[in-house]
């Protein structure tokens, strides 16, 4: 049965890709999608060009993460042409290139914003009407960093994609009694195929950044390559979107809890695998495995 799915973050990359899974599978999808008619008009033309010319239901919604008011309207516009958000699909992010410390505090701020508070303005604008249906799928892409290997000079995005996961983990034991289904999506370093390093956050603090030049120059662009060099060359970026894709049309109560695709085996699923054990064994030593699953 087709759901009404939101995508946030989906002019390109993860987003606009998974967007088209979605609707390539039959399901009304609504790629959120910032600055419409400005900077990403061209993201809302392709879009609508995928759409005719694939005979699907992909449509695109004004959607800036960072806003509640655009958020709340992006919620009131699909729910008035759909009648309800079946699936949230928790994707925008930022990514960053740079030492830590050369990021002052208010880009921190903002990294935390975009790759964390996003997701939590948009639950308190759809949950609402999720646990009133009893019903729902909540999907969160993180980043393989969270229990995987942290290269440097990427530590602020790195710490607010670890504070998402977490986030996501707390939401879904406190949705399981509503029927609200969790998924956490979870993407190695791709290096081609997304504009997350193109698009990357520098720090403004630049005189700290060219301090760190005298022992660490070039090592960004070192960490590219490297991260490159790990990856089989057939990697590809699409796999994210058709797991996103399965997970969407696996039946309610079966879903994956977490999974994983990383090209690069940074170790995250190795990891991953041990800490999502030791919480369901917490779980039931406090007597509340019933959280960790969700009934049809």
């Not at 061209?42 to 004004?62: P, S």
């Not at 290096?191 to 390093?197: R, V, W």
């Amino acid at each position: 049965m087709p759901k009404t799915v939101i995508v946030t973050g989906a002019s390109s990359g993860f987003g606009a890709l998974s967007s088209r899974a979605l609707a390539d599978a039959g399901h009304i999808v609504y790629a959120g999608i910032r600055q419409t008619t400005s900077r990403n008009a061209a993201a809302v033309a392709d879009a609508r060009a995928y759409a005719e010319n694939n005979g699907v239901e992909l449509r695109t919604v004004e959607l800036d993460v960072s806003d509640q008011s655009s958020v709340d309207a992006a919620v009131d516009t699909v729910t008035a042409r759909t009648g309800g958000i079946d699936v949230v699909v928790h994707n925008a992010g930022h990514m960053v290139l740079g030492p830590a410390e050369a990021f002052t505090p208010e880009q921190l701020a903002q990294i935390y914003d975009t790759n964390v508070l996003s997701a939590h303005r948009l639950n308190r604008a759809v949950l609402p009407q999720m646990r009133a249906r009893r019903d729902g799928l909540l999907v969160w892409v993180g980043s393989s960093s969270t229990y995987g290997g942290t290269p440097p000079y990427l530590g602020p995005y790195f710490a607010a994609k670890a504070a998402e996961d977490h986030l996501g983990k707390s939401y879904a034991v406190e949705l399981a009694r509503f029927g609200i289904d969790t998924s956490m999506v979870i993407p190695g370093a791709f290096t081609s195929g997304t504009n997350h390093f193109a698009h990357a956050m520098l720090p403004e603090d630049t005189a700290t950044a060219r301090a760190y030049d005298e022992l660490y120059a070039g090592l960004p662009d070192q960490v590219g390559r490297r991260l490159a060099d790990l990856a089989p060359p057939d990697a590809d970026v699409g796999e994210v979107a058709r797991a996103i894709a399965a997970i969407v049309d696996t039946p309610k109560g079966r879903r994956p809890f977490r999974v994983t695709i990383d090209p690069a085996d940074d170790g995250s699923q190795t990891v991953s695998e041990v800490a999502d054990r030791v919480r369901a064994e917490f779980y039931d030593r406090i007597g509340l495995t019933d959280l960790l699953t969700v009934r049809d």
